[in-house]
Nanobody, 127 residues
């Protein structure tokens, strides 16, 4: 059973930073072979794709809300993908989840395209 596990969420003040991690826990599931996307969902709102990284790590796509503030990186040795979030705003408050899509360079920001999901981690930004 493939599992993705997110960590790093918490409470931060507006303007602060957080780094979220997405680690694959199943044996043989190497993130090197997967595109990873980060998604978030605030209460009462639809899930939003914010940023993703393709299989090789060469292609990164991000939403307008993430550009200039959020970055994504993949550490193959640690089998972990990171989401670095800077200059956080109260409107970034949401549950953040990572998702995996096998062998895709041009990763989509559409949740329906992804096959494997983590349970999520909550980010709260206070004003």
């Amino acid at each position: 059973q493939v599992q993705l596990v997110e960590s790093g969420g918490g409470l931060v003040q507006s303007g602060g930073s957080l780094r979220l991690s997405c680690t694959a826990s199943a044996s043989g599931f190497t993130l090197e072979r997967y595109a990873i996307g980060w998604f978030r969902q605030a209460p009462g709102q639809e899930r939003e794709g914010i940023i993703c990284i393709g299989t090789s790590g060469s292609n990164i796509y991000s939403s307008d809300s993430a550009k200039g503030r959020f970055t994504i990186s993949k550490d193959v040795a640690k089998n972990t993908v990171y989401l670095q979030m800077n200059n956080l705003k109260p409107e970034d408050t949401a549950d953040y989840s990572c998702a995996g899509l096998y062998w895709t360079e041009h990763c989509p920001l559409s949740a329906s395209a992804y096959d494997y999901w983590g349970q999520g981690t909550h980010v709260a930004v206070s004003s």
